[in-house]
């Protein structure tokens, strides 16, 4: 070896092998950086890197039903019935099936309130009808938006059957076959595809309309969260083998309850607004309803969440309301009413739709994550009156059978009730407990004992006239597509008790080695339970604690049921799982307190469809452009034409001398308004509100209908009919 380096000499056999080593290092080194290069590109998706995982299908039908004298289902308001239409309600169907379509999930979102047990049945039934065995209880999921502008009256449990006024065949059949039809949609279109998973949050949409009952939970749990609402949205892309759109699916939780309980206009609220703006935005060209990309926005944790974020306040004395009573100085509870962002209800649902699509619009741009993976499906029915509940190694507790307390009837500040009643009540009121008492009879000492501290308005679980009044067998249901879990809920979680529930599936799925699952809940599925809060919330008892109707271990119990799916998912033995005992079907009379369809009439010397207040001869855009028509009952259109359109708004095309459909009555741009009058008369106003945008031009505005006529003493026709409004022009501002 030379120590020194003047004395050394280096001979040419040396120099090449050290060239070489150091040559053969370089490449190396080169080629391990290539190497992870590559690895991280792969763990990124590309469409012509990997092969499609899944079949992939997405549908979407009407399910809108009949627009008129029905009660709007959320609010439980009696004077709350439709008078029109603003936004048509929809279902949209997602089918994922592994390539050899051995397994599959459905997974279906509708505008509606809520799904109910006799809903879901009706659809299973169609369903084995028609395609046998291959869409079951177990793998297809019904979601509702939790819209309270939709029509109700598709309820056998007597509480929501009584608010309905009754079975509304109509009603309960639209929306039956809309999902049945966006789900046969989705089937037919099945292809090969990817699915891509991204989370955001989104800001300003939301506020806690229960704060009080949020910080009864325990501090070091609050500490663990920024909010006392779930900001994240979770949406899911769909694309095909050469990566085109086929449709997205996300979950955000937020109470639909921007139109308050003053509005009569069917519309799918602030998530069906944003639902329309990213599939307008996507089926470039197509009137609203119309095109082959589905986006929806399905309900989560919204139990506490209202998008009123303006917050509450008394609207007889402008002060804030934002108590644990929600009680203004003079008038109580009934004043104490919460709005925003917007002006008005039409603006706040605009707002707020808008912010939820700009967010879902740029996580959908920007999903890299691919979702890979076998598909799992669980489920159960679980009679809810008496589970018994491991609180711990040594302690049990038991669930009750159903009671509303008397919060319930104080309402929120989204939609306040009637009489005195307030919220946060712990001690009954003489005076209703006795009302109660003659009417429908004083709940059993048992049932006081195990809702406690809940002073009890309706023992639903002790009434069974005519039909039980509450649900005791209720579903519980989870999907999995690969790392993806999705927990369906039958009722409305407060935001902690969501985050109670998705955290205990999440690490029960660790615990048998599936580690990092992502984890959502779906609401309002299935079957309706009205509200779930936690141990602590409960105690409060404002009207979710009230509404928790299985009483203070409910959330205990739902955590354990879960637990138990996600355990026989993970570990591939739902085969194990016992079925549990199916809901009862009830043969509930089509009996209704919804006026009869009466024969229409026409003022004399008029016609239907004849116009009675006509359009201005010009407006500007950003103006409202109106026209009455002599109108009939829209609910014959309902029952008899299915996706009957009300409207539209043409544009002269004066080089081919024919009008253009630009508008119809999907659109959130026109207002379809039923005015009944006396002795089968009735009026339509529609209303066009001209958005920026509009091309300037010449206009008319049409509308479409059906009258009853009586040709004998037992015969009645229905007959078509339609009005056109005179041309109008549309000017620039
Ligand atoms: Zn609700």
């Known amino acids: ?44 998706w590309n469409p012509s890197e990997t092969t499609p995982q899944y079949l992939l299908g997405v549908g979407r039908a009407d399910c809108t039903g009949p627009v008129a004298e029905i009660p709007l289902m959320g609010y439980a308001n009696p004077e709350q019935v439709g ?27 509708a505008d509606i309130g809520m799904v109910s047990q006799k809903l879901r049945l009706e659809v299973l039934k169609k369903l084995q009808s028609k395609y046998g065995d291959l869409y079951r209880q177990d793998n297809v999921i019904l979601s509702g938006t939790h819209t309270h502008s939709g029509p109700g009256g598709y309820f056998q449990y007597t509480l929501l059957w009584i608010t309905s006024k009754g079975l509304i065949r109509p009603s309960l059949n639209a929306i039956v076959n809309g999902i049945v039809k966006s ?108 095109g082959s990309f589905v986006a929806a926005f399905a309900s989560s944790n919204l139990g506490d969440v209202s998008p009123n974020t303006r917050g509450p306040f008394c609207v007889n004395t402008g002060e804030s309301c934002n108590n644990p009573q929600s009680t203004c100085p003079t008038g109580g509870a009934a004043m104490c009413i919460a709005t925003g962002p917007g002006g008005d209800m039409f603006e706040s649902t605009r707002i707020i739709g808008q912010r939820i699509y700009s967010k879902a619009r740029e996580l959908y741009e920007e999903a890299s994550q691919e979702v890979t993976g076998a598909l799992g ?7 809810m009156s008496s589970v018994t509940v491991e609180l711990n190694t040594t302690h049990t507790a038991k669930t009750c059978k159903p009671a509303l307390g008397h919060s319930f009837a104080a309402g929120t500040i989204d939609g306040v009730g009637a009489f005195n009643f307030t919220q946060g009540s712990v001690e009954g009121d003489p005076f209703w407990d006795g009302i109660r008492d003659m009417l429908l009879g004083e709940p059993s000492n048992e049932t006081k004992a195990c809702h406690r501290p809940k002073p009890i308005l309706f023992s639903t679980g002790e009434m069974s006239w005519p039909h039980p009044w509450h649900p005791d067998i209720v ?16 009722g409305e979680l407060t935001t902690m008790s969501g985050r109670r529930l998705r955290e205990a599936v999440k690490r029960e799925f660790a615990s048998h080695g599936r ?53 026989a998912i993970a570990t591939n033995t739902v085969q194990d799982l ?28 008029t016609t239907f ?100 006529r009586r040709v004998s003493i037992f015969h009645i026709v229905t007959v078509p009919f339609e009005g056109t409004s005179a041309a109008f022009e549309v000017t620039a501002p």
């Not at 008078?83 to 390539?99: E, H, K, Q, T, V």
Request: proline letters at 5%; charged letters at 20%.
């Open 1 to 44: 070896m030379c120590r020194k380096r003047s004395k050394c000499s280096f001979s040419r056999l040396e120099v090449i092998l050290v060239s070489c080593l150091t040559l053969m290092m370089v490449v190396t080194v080169v080629l391990l950086v290539l190497h992870f290069l590559n690895q991280e590109r792969q763990g990124k």
């Open 83 to 109: 008078g029109g239409l603003l936004s048509r309600l929809y279902s949209r169907a997602f089918i994922m099936a592994d390539p050899q379509a051995s397994r599959r999930l459905v997974f279906v979102t």
């Open 183 to 290: 789900i046969d949609t989705a089937h037919q279109n099945m292809k090969k595809g990817r699915i891509l998973i991204n989370r955001g949050t989104v800001e300003n949409s939301q506020i806690n309309r229960s704060p009080f009952s949020y910080l009864e939970n325990p501090a070091s749990e609050r500490s663990r969260y920024a909010s006392d609402t779930d900001k994240e949205m979770v949406v899911l892309k769909m694309v095909d083998e050469q990566g085109q759109d086929l449709g997205l699916l996300s979950w955000f939780a937020v109470h639909p309850v921007s139109m308050n309980n003053s509005n009569r206009l069917v519309n799918s609220d602030n998530v069906g607004y944003a639902a329309c703006l990213f599939e307008q935005e996507r089926n470039r060209g197509m009137l609203p309803g119309e």
């Open 377 to 383: 499906t669980a489920h159960q029915w679980v009679n």
């Open 475 to 490: 579903d519980v249901q989870i999907a999995t597509i690969g790392s993806l879990a999705i927990i369906a809920v039958p």
């Open 515 to 567: 580690a990092g699952m992502d984890v959502v809940i779906a609401g309002l599925c299935n079957v309706y339970t009205h509200y779930i809060t936690t141990y602590e919330e409960y105690q409060a008892q404002r009207y979710e604690a009230a509404s928790t109707i299985y009483g203070p271990h409910t959330l205990a119990a739902y955590i354990q049921l879960y637990r138990g799916l996600a355990r």
């Open 578 to 605: 016992p079925p549990g005992p199916e809901p009862p079907v009830f043969n509930i009379a089509n009996l209704t307190l919804v006026p009869a369809l009466a024969v229409d009439r026409a003022p004399p010397n």
């Open 609 to 708: 469809g004849d116009v009675l207040q006509e359009v201005r001869p010009q407006y500007q855009v950003s103006e409202v452009a109106e026209v009455t028509f002599v109108g009939a009952n829209p609910r014959t259109s309902a029952e008899n034409v299915t996706e009957h359109n009300f409207l539209t708004v043409e544009r002269h095309n004066s080089s081919a001398a024919s009008w253009q459909v630009v508008q119809n009555d999907a659109s959130w741009d026109t207002r379809f308004y039923w005015t009944k009058g006396s002795l089968g008369r009735s009026n339509v106003t529609i209303q066009w509100h001209i958005p920026g945008g509009t091309e300037p031009g010449l206009y008319r505005i049409r509308y479409f209908g059906h009258y009853r």
